[in-house]
């Protein structure tokens, strides 16, 4: 091919400059963008994510949230002698090991217990992902073994690994929180074969580490298979180790995990009411953190003791709204008072009797 | 069933957003309150695409079934869309190629001899035979390349038809052999609203004297926008010059839309929302990006230039275009169009690797500016997402990069004339007729792989629109030198741009961000 030497005349030099550039690609390649480390690309990409890299969903977004049919995924492996075995020496040899290092736990009203035989349900409070860990722990070996947790499907069954590793560390089984068809009879399968349940009525952890209502489910099981329920009330947790947080707060925090006397679902009693009896051991025992155990009793004696979703029988006020929080505050939640949301989490992230600023403990 | 499109309100929870820019990509913590326009998501595909078209073959819009158009003795012209669609590349079978050979198995059983293909590339540059091969398949690239299998050629005088003019003093003058044809089966996808109908015969096998009644300043700076054919003087210069086509030719028109699907598997995050990512999206965007960094230009330009996507057939109508094209400008709004609520003070776009013109080539800074100003600032129906005035920012690193076999007349463009002056009137008034007539460019159009001397004053009056409407137009990552001689600006980061930008819109404008691709039309009310 060869040059029109008139249309460069026209266009003064620009045949000129083609001609120059032809088989030149790259001249200035542009500004590069800055580059970033791998260290700042990962942190980038990683905010606003939690630990399993999932983002929570921006509020304008919420209407568009896709419905994805949950996969099923068996657990029954996790129950076998080899996994509770397995588990029992990763509970109690890292799990606790771990847990009990980084946090100060208090167990109290674990002989209540000790008459106790065959299935159960231990209900709790709810407000912290050391909940699990601490109770476990807590428990005598002998129970430990043999008590299967119910655990969020769309949380932690959500993908294999997720659901992989969290039966076999806790004997896991999925529940289904938004009335699918998974929890039907998983939880009565276990019962009938001897298992014993952890589970946490509120649903979900506590936002504000104030209990919330109580859901039927639970109080539903025992009163049709006759079960004990044991409350279980923890008081410190939301504080060491909220949502959110991958790991507890330095200092050691304080931690108390309070068993309650077994309740039994008495003759023809409604699964709503054995709820409420539920939910007032629950209460009372958290109320002890800051009442002890003979003003939680009174408390609860004098019906002013708020419980999640019934509120107090009279209409007093309790301690927490008059600024006598407990610290644990989870027996404060009220159907008839309601307390702005910093309040809740201010009151339930009060430092434990004997802590100093800095979260080390004071010496006695 | 397939979400809708929708804006989404950046607040605290959002995490950074993924933004384009060029050969490459990144995550952007966009400013609380952000607009960000989604595209709907994907459709699902055409399980039967083949039984879909046979359908539409035989049961048309408008007209005879295409069996009855057919007879032996006639002469038969497949044009087909050139290699400037879809975008990026589509996998193989393309669907221009499952088209034509149910076309052409027609044909054979009409008895039909004298039959001929051509791209329709107007004043694209040339398609390669591999090219060609790739777009219509092996067993017609086979039976009819080359003799019966070539590109328009604009400039072929002897090979061009003057069919008359429109009411509006419009010449209509297009390919010889299509304009004496029985029959022209035009073979479109449509990508964008501004693609098929009335635009394919008359600008597809068009010469420059009958493209420069629509492709000139004033005709683009009234179509508002031009995927928004009512409201588009460029369009209705296509329909002027589509119905005096019409009333001297059979055009058996058959379009095809397209889904989202518009990246790999490998790279599936980039047509996903970002809160929307798991581990393996997050594993992948930071292994892509990385991997990407550390190649060298060249060889990222093959790897993104050999991205063919995996689209979905959304959508295959046939018939009398005037019939046809309404149904598939229905079925394009299904995939892309999302209601928006008002304009803002600064429009955020993310410009991609590709455009129509840099196809297995070089997107050189007049093809940033076309996609940028052009082809994305249009991306609206009723009215702009960004206000007049307002300030544009695009990503792109804008490099002094030119392809020169394919772009000779662009380097003359940016080197020569663009130091000149970035008005598109003087261009148009002073330079433009120089360019379109030079026998070199045209001898490059016609014999090399050149596009035509005039094409790079159609880029820029694609973005005339644009420009005229903005108070400011800022790179973020864009050469200094590129971005100035095209006089814009560049800018290091997001928040240098909105520095600069504050002069103009203030210190807390309202900013939209089209998310794109998978390609979004704003409709903004």
């Not at chain 1, 799990?95 to 109290?108: D, F, I, L, R």
């Not at chain 1, 408390?299 to 708020?306: K, S």
């Not at chain 2, 031009?226 to 209705?236: E, G, I, R």
Request: proline share 8%; aromatic share 8%; glycine share 8%.
């Amino acid at each position: 091919m060869t040059g029109d030497p008139e249309g460069a005349a026209r266009r003064g030099t620009s045949l000129a400059i083609s001609t120059k550039r032809l088989g030149v690609l790259t001249g200035d390649s542009g500004r590069r963008p800055r580059r970033l480390a791998i260290r700042d690309e990962v942190r980038l990409l990683r905010h606003g994510r939690d630990w399993r890299g999932r983002s929570t969903v921006p509020r304008s977004a919420e209407p568009w949230v896709p419905e994805v049919a949950e996969p099923e995924f068996p657990t029954a492996w996790a129950r076998t002698p080899l996994a509770v075995a397995v588990r029992g020496g990763l509970l109690r040899g890292v799990m606790k090991a771990v847990v009990w290092s980084q946090t100060a736990p208090v167990v109290q009203g674990i002989s209540y217990l000790d008459g106790l035989r065959g299935p159960a349900v231990f209900v709790a409070n709810h407000s912290s992902h050391l909940d699990t860990p601490l109770i476990l722990g807590s428990l005598p070996p002998r129970v430990a073994n043999r008590v299967a947790v119910g655990a969020a499907a769309d949380y932690f069954f959500d993908a294999r690994w997720r659901a992989v590793t969290t039966a076999m560390l806790f004997n896991a089984f999925p529940v289904e929180r938004y009335r699918s068809r998974r929890l039907r009879s998983l939880a009565a399968e276990l019962v009938d074969d001897g298992w014993s349940l952890l589970l946490y009525p509120e649903g979900t952890r506590s936002e504000d580490g104030w209990m919330n209502p109580f859901r039927v489910g639970a109080a539903h099981l025992c009163v049709t298979k006759g079960l004990p329920v044991v409350p279980i009330a923890i008081s410190g947790s939301y504080a060491a180790m909220p949502r959110g947080s991958g790991w507890p707060q330095p200092g050691r925090p304080r931690i108390a995990i309070r068993y309650g006397r077994p309740l039994y679902p008495a003759e023809n009693e409604k699964a709503g009411d054995f709820r409420h009896r539920m939910a007032e051991a629950v209460a009372r025992l958290a109320a002890e953190e800051e009442l002890g155990w003979y003003g939680a009793l009174r408390a609860a004696a004098d019906r002013t003791l708020e419980v999640p979703g019934y509120g107090s029988a009279q209409a007093a006020t309790p301690s927490a709204i008059t600024g006598t929080a407990p610290a644990s505050a989870v027996a404060l939640s009220t159907r008839g008072v309601e307390m702005a949301r910093w309040r809740r989490i201010w009151a339930s992230t009060k430092p434990a009797p004997g802590v100093t600023r800095t979260g080390t403990r004071r010496r006695r | 069933m397939s979400r809708p499109g929708f804006v989404l309100e950046v607040d605290e929870r959002t995490p950074p957003l993924l933004i384009h820019e060029g050969e490459g990509f990144r995550l952007e913590p966009l400013p609380l309150g952000t607009k960000v326009i989604y595209p709907p998501d994907s459709l699902p595909g055409i399980r039967q695409v083949d039984a879909a078209i046979r359908r539409a073959l035989l049961a048309p819009e408008g007209t005879e079934p295409l069996p009855e158009l057919l007879s032996p003795g006639m002469r038969l012209t497949i044009v087909f869309d050139d290699i400037s669609l879809p975008l990026p590349q589509m996998r193989t079978p393309d669907i221009r190629q499952r088209i034509i050979e149910q076309v052409l198995e027609l044909a054979a059983a009409a008895g039909v001899d004298d039959v001929e293909l051509i791209a329709a590339n107007s004043l694209h540059r040339r398609m390669t035979p591999a090219e060609l091969r790739r777009t219509v398949g092996d067993r017609v690239f086979r039976a009819f390349y080359p003799d019966h299998l070539r590109n328009h050629d604009a400039e072929d005088r002897r090979n061009l038809v003057h069919l008359g003019k429109t009411p509006s003093g419009e010449d209509v003058e297009i390919n010889r052999r299509a304009a004496e044809s029985d029959l022209v089966v035009y073979v479109n996808i449509t990508l964008t609203a501004m693609s098929g109908g009335p635009k394919s015969v008359s600008v597809g096998l068009a010469s420059y004297r009958s493209l420069r009644h629509h492709h000139n300043v004033h005709t683009l700076r009234h179509s508002r926008s031009f995927n928004d054919p009512p409201h588009s003087a460029m369009h209705h210069s296509y329909d002027r010059m589509a119905s005096l086509i019409d009333s001297q030719l059979k055009v058996f028109q058959i379009e095809a839309t397209l889904n989202n699907d518009v990246f790999p598997s490998a790279t599936r995050f980039l047509n996903k929302r970002e809160w929307e990512w798991n581990v393996g999206d997050q594993a992948s965007y930071l292994a892509v990006r990385r991997g990407n960094r550390l190649l060298r230009p060249m060889a990222r330009h093959r790897v993104w230039q050999s991205q063919f996507a995996p689209y979905g057939i959304t959508g295959v109508n046939a018939g009398a275009p005037a019939a046809v094209h309404p149904r598939t400008l229905a079925s394009l709004h299904r995939q892309q169009l999302t209601e928006v609520d008002g304009q803002s003070d600064i429009a955020l776009f993310g410009l991609p690797f590709i455009c129509p013109y840099n196809v297995n080539s070089i997107m050189n800074p007049i093809l940033v500016m076309s996609l940028g100003l052009g082809y994305f600032f249009n991306l609206y129906r009723g009215r702009p997402i960004v206000r007049e005035g307002g300030v544009a920012i695009f990503y792109h690193p804008v490099p002094d990069e030119f392809h020169p076999v394919h772009h000779p007349s662009y380097i003359d463009f940016f080197e020569e004339i663009l130091t000149e002056t970035t008005d598109p009137l003087v261009l148009e008034a002073k330079y433009e007729e120089q360019f379109a007539t030079d026998p070199w460019y045209v001898q490059l159009y016609r014999k090399s792989y050149a596009y035509h001397g005039v094409h790079p004053f159609y880029m820029w009056y694609w973005g005339a629109h644009a420009l005229e409407h903005l108070g400011d137009v800022i790179f973020v990552g864009g050469s200094r030198k590129t971005t100035a001689r095209m006089g814009f600006r560049s800018a290091s980061t997001l928040s240098d741009a909105l520095e600069m930008a504050s002069p103009i819109v203030g210190s807390s404008p309202s900013i939209s961000y089209l998310h794109a691709p998978p390609l979004v039309l704003a409709d903004v009310r």
